[in-house]
């Protein structure tokens, strides 16, 4: 915090040794000075100044000047500080040097701290004179109406399931139908809303499930609380992606289009954003906070030095995990940090990386053993520049300090996966041979919470990995891998799983990564862990020779093998389903179900979705036309204590029988509706039966005809043929079943 203004001392402005007056700079004043027969534009207003006398005010420019140039260049000469009756009035004027230097004053200087009591709000004078002109403002003044206080929904009202089940509910987007749903195991979904036309190209959960969002050509718009009312809105026209904060502080819009504001003007963003691609948004006051424009991105090659064209990088903004900054990465030369929420770039100063080809911010407050000050970490590669080798580098925010780095040699790519808890960072370095022939890969695994961040390497791996995942909350990992190079081929080559977990170690410390299972010949291209660890799904999506989902458990309550005594996992295949034609799979926010859906927006056949446990069992099928979207709603994270949540666990097994018999009882009541609603249909069924044969035997009265039975003994007497049928019902199997 800066210190107050009425404790300043002479020495805290004083920064120069030379005096300005004596320095002419008269020709130069002459020739860059604004009329203001030209406009308004370089000016800007400052208020929430102190209130000073005449003796003050030198003072206070002084002070004020400081943060004045620190985004432009201005001089005491071009401040204006209004008195009145020997006291100041609170605002100020002030020129700058160009229109662009006063709109970056009103963007990064607005509600920034001047001292412990004095906030700067700062506007453009072209602005306060657009606004605030002869007929705009009422001369009398009129008080505000305050208006009566309207209770807002609560919005995070689905938490409470009403039926008492904990059910979770997903959203479904098929045809031009979106609707959200309670997730009702192997019966229908109960249906919550059901809108037409709620979107116009796809919808997005936020991070923690407060919000629906959908996506329109005007902007867009974020849905909740029970009556799924409007709750924000954001015109960014034609967004095509948009990504939020992890804790929905603030959400960045892109569109491929650059922004057109008219004449007219328009209803949330300025002149400011005229021309730029990416807004980012307060999600609180619904304003923008900065914009940007898109960066070209350079083409890159590949091991053998072929072209290969640029990636559209998303997310281009990256958040950290507690929403205090949000960095940019200038692919080949630097990466900006800028702090939330004044969007002003951390040290004023962006961070050169020669090189550098990607980035990621660590998932979570890291803890690394010695370090007490707050942090925050990202780590980011650079290839092979010349003689230099390729480099893994960990910084800390804000310090911009490199806690740790890693030199590598003949690197072909790099990925960076970082743990859910960021205790690890895992780094899969593809290298070559010296010929480019031929590619491998490593993993180089830093171990960030323990001392000195040390790095352990991981080099048994012969093959490519083409997909990496760690376990949720846990130290173990999946890998894929395939002995040809991959890229668009006719048939996918054949794949390996791997399993890998630490050894065991004494006391809490984590051992050593050990292989501990490698499945052959498979088509598996996606690893999906459950979020609460344990349960994984390897699965082939996308793929036309196999369309397998596999269920493993790495803790297997089973014998384990004598291989595998000093490991910390016991794998077990617990089933194979299939869904032919899925491109999708999500495990939902509680680790107990799993839904797989093919979607029309890759290909037309059998869309739909399949629902089944965390064992692989199938437990719902539906074949829905044009189906789109399947998504899960998140949860936020649970407020139960560690002793809390470690008590319930020491008593799962009694709530377990309280959930079965629920289960049970609710079983017993939906059979029960089955048998009932078919007696009712045997019932009508029999009723119209009898009115059919009243109204028949009423027609035979009125025609005057002869009842059956005599038509039939009058032809059994003339010895007409009479045929009889006779049918016999055979019980081939019966079985009882008793529900507890």
């Known amino acids: 915090m800066a210190p107050s203004f009425d404790h300043l001392r002479d020495a805290d402005v004083d920064e120069d040794d030379y005096d300005e007056d004596e320095i002419d700079i008269s020709d130069l004043r002459e020739k860059y000075e604004v009329q203001l027969d030209q406009g308004y534009d370089t000016f800007v207003v400052i208020d929430g100044l102190p209130e000073v006398n005449e003796e003050q005010k030198p003072k206070l420019v002084k002070f004020l000047l400081k943060k004045l140039n620190s985004v432009g260049k201005t001089t005491e000469d071009q401040v204006y500080m209004?008195?009145?009756?020997?006291?100041?009035?609170?605002?100020?004027?002030?020129?700058?040097?160009?229109?662009?230097?006063?709109?970056?004053?009103?963007?990064?200087?607005?509600?920034?701290?001047?001292?412990?009591?004095?906030?700067?709000?700062?506007?453009?004078?072209?602005?306060?004179?657009?606004?605030?002109?002869?007929?705009?403002?009422?001369?009398?003044?009129?008080?505000?109406?305050?208006?009566?206080?309207?209770?807002?929904?609560?919005?995070?009202?689905?938490?409470?399931?009403?039926?008492?089940?904990?059910?979770?509910?997903?959203?479904?987007?098929?045809?031009?139908?979106?609707?959200?749903?309670?997730?009702?195991?192997?019966?229908?979904?109960?249906?919550?809303?059901?809108?037409?036309?709620?979107?116009?190209?796809?919808?997005?959960?936020?991070?923690?499930?407060?919000?629906?969002?959908?996506?329109?050509?005007?902007?867009?718009?974020?849905?909740?609380?029970?009556?799924?009312?409007?709750?924000?809105?954001?015109?960014?026209?034609?967004?095509?992606?948009?990504?939020?904060?992890?804790?929905?502080?603030?959400?960045?819009?892109?569109?491929?289009?650059?922004?057109?504001?008219?004449?007219?003007?328009?209803?949330?963003?300025?002149?400011?954003?005229?021309?730029?691609?990416?807004?980012?948004?307060?999600?609180?006051?619904?304003?923008?906070?900065?914009?940007?424009?898109?960066?070209?991105?350079?083409?890159?090659?590949?091991?053998?030095?072929?072209?290969?064209?640029?990636?559209?990088?998303?997310?281009?903004?990256?958040?950290?995990?507690?929403?205090?900054?949000?960095?940019?990465?200038?692919?080949?030369?630097?990466?900006?940090?800028?702090?939330?929420?004044?969007?002003?770039?951390?040290?004023?100063?962006?961070?050169?990386?020669?090189?550098?080809?990607?980035?990621?911010?660590?998932?979570?407050?890291?803890?690394?053993?010695?370090?007490?000050?707050?942090?925050?970490?990202?780590?980011?590669?650079?290839?092979?520049?010349?003689?230099?080798?390729?480099?893994?580098?960990?910084?800390?925010?804000?310090?911009?300090?490199?806690?740790?780095?890693?030199?590598?040699?003949?690197?072909?790519?790099?990925k960076l996966h970082w743990q859910s808890d960021a205790t690890y960072l895992s780094v899969k370095v593809d290298r070559h041979s010296k010929s480019k022939k031929s590619q491998a890969t490593t993993l180089e695994i830093f171990r960030i919470k323990e001392k000195g961040v040390p790095v352990e390497v991981v080099d048994t791996i012969k093959d490519?990995?083409?997909?990496?995942?760690?376990?949720?909350?846990?130290?173990?990992?999946?890998?894929?891998?395939?002995?040809?190079?991959?890229?668009?081929?006719?048939?996918?080559?054949?794949?390996?799983?791997?399993?890998?977990?630490?050894?065991?170690?004494?006391?809490?410390?984590?051992?050593?990564?050990?292989?501990?299972?490698?499945?052959?010949?498979?088509?598996?291209?996606?690893?999906?862990?459950?979020?609460?660890?344990?349960?994984?799904?390897?699965?082939?999506?996308?793929?036309?020779?196999?369309?397998?989902?596999?269920?493993?458990?790495?803790?297997?309550?089973?014998?384990?093998?004598?291989?595998?005594?000093?490991?910390?996992?016991?794998?077990?295949l617990m089933n194979i389903a299939d869904h032919y034609g899925m491109t999708d799979i999500q495990w939902d926010p509680s680790g107990r179900f799993v839904a797989s859906w093919a979607s029309v927006w890759k290909h037309t056949m059998e869309n739909g979705y399949h629902i089944y446990d965390f064992r692989g069992e199938l437990l719902r099928e539906d074949a829905v036309e044009k189906f789109r979207q399947w998504l899960w709603r998140p949860r936020p994270a649970t407020l139960l204590s560690k002793e809390e949540q470690k008590q319930i666990r020491k008593n799962l097994r009694e709530y377990s029988k309280v959930f079965e018999q629920e289960d049970a009882e609710r079983g017993a009541s939906a059979d029960l509706a089955v048998v009932e609603a078919r007696r009712r249909l045997l019932d009508e069924w029999l009723a119209w039966r009898e009115s059919v044969e009243e109204e028949l035997e009423d027609e035979r009265l009125a025609r005057g005809l002869p009842k059956p039975e005599e038509v039939e003994a009058k032809e059994a007497e003339n010895g007409e043929e009479q045929v009889i049928e006779e049918i016999v019902e055979e019980v081939l199997e019966e079985s009882e079943e008793i529900v507890p």
């Open 464 to 572: 490519t990995v083409i997909n990496f995942a760690w376990e949720p909350k846990g130290d173990r990992f999946v890998i894929i891998t395939t002995p040809e190079p991959t890229g668009p081929t006719a048939v996918a080559p054949k794949t390996s799983v791997a399993f890998f977990c630490p050894e065991k170690a004494k006391g809490s410390a984590v051992g050593n990564f050990k292989h501990l299972r490698t499945l052959e010949k498979k088509n598996s291209n996606a690893i999906y862990w459950s979020p609460r660890g344990r349960f994984v799904v390897v699965a082939a999506v996308a793929n036309q020779q196999s369309a397998d989902l596999e269920f493993y458990d790495l803790d297997f309550e089973g014998e384990k093998p004598e291989s595998d005594k000093d490991l910390t996992a016991n794998l077990q």
């Open 82 to 414: 209004p008195m009145e009756d020997g006291k100041s009035m609170r605002f100020a004027f002030v020129e700058y040097a160009s229109p662009a230097e006063a709109a970056a004053a009103v963007r990064q200087l607005d509600m920034v701290p001047l001292d412990k009591r004095h906030t700067l709000r700062v506007n453009k004078m072209a602005d306060v004179d657009r606004y605030g002109r002869e007929g705009r403002v009422d001369e009398n003044y009129t008080p505000p109406k305050i208006e009566e206080f309207v209770e807002k929904e609560h919005l995070r009202s689905f938490l409470a399931d009403p039926s008492g089940r904990g059910r979770d509910q997903f959203a479904m987007y098929r045809g031009d139908h979106v609707g959200v749903f309670w997730n009702n195991e192997k019966d229908a979904p109960e249906n919550i809303v059901d809108r037409q036309h709620w979107t116009e190209s796809f919808v997005q959960w936020s991070p923690l499930g407060t919000y629906l969002v959908s996506v329109h050509q005007q902007g867009v718009q974020l849905w909740g609380g029970a009556s799924w009312s409007r709750q924000k809105r954001f015109a960014h026209p034609f967004v095509n992606m948009l990504d939020f904060s992890p804790n929905e502080k603030y959400v960045v819009t892109w569109s491929n289009r650059p922004i057109s504001i008219p004449e007219e003007g328009h209803p949330q963003l300025s002149v400011d954003e005229d021309g730029k691609n990416y807004v980012i948004w307060d999600l609180e006051t619904n304003k923008p906070l900065r914009s940007f424009a898109n960066l070209d991105t350079p083409t890159t090659t590949d091991a053998s030095g072929a072209k290969q064209p640029p990636k559209f990088p998303w997310p281009a903004f990256k958040w950290s995990s507690d929403d205090k900054y949000v960095a940019r990465m200038t692919q080949g030369s630097s990466i900006s940090v800028y702090e939330l929420p004044r969007m002003t770039l951390l040290d004023k100063t962006t961070i050169k990386v020669e090189g550098v080809m990607d980035f990621e911010w660590a998932p979570a407050t890291p803890q690394r053993e010695g370090v007490k000050q707050y942090e925050q970490l990202f780590c980011f590669w650079t290839p092979e520049i010349g003689s230099n080798p390729a480099k893994v580098g960990l910084m800390s925010i804000p310090s911009k300090q490199i806690i740790r780095s890693l030199n590598l040699f003949s690197v072909t790519d790099a």
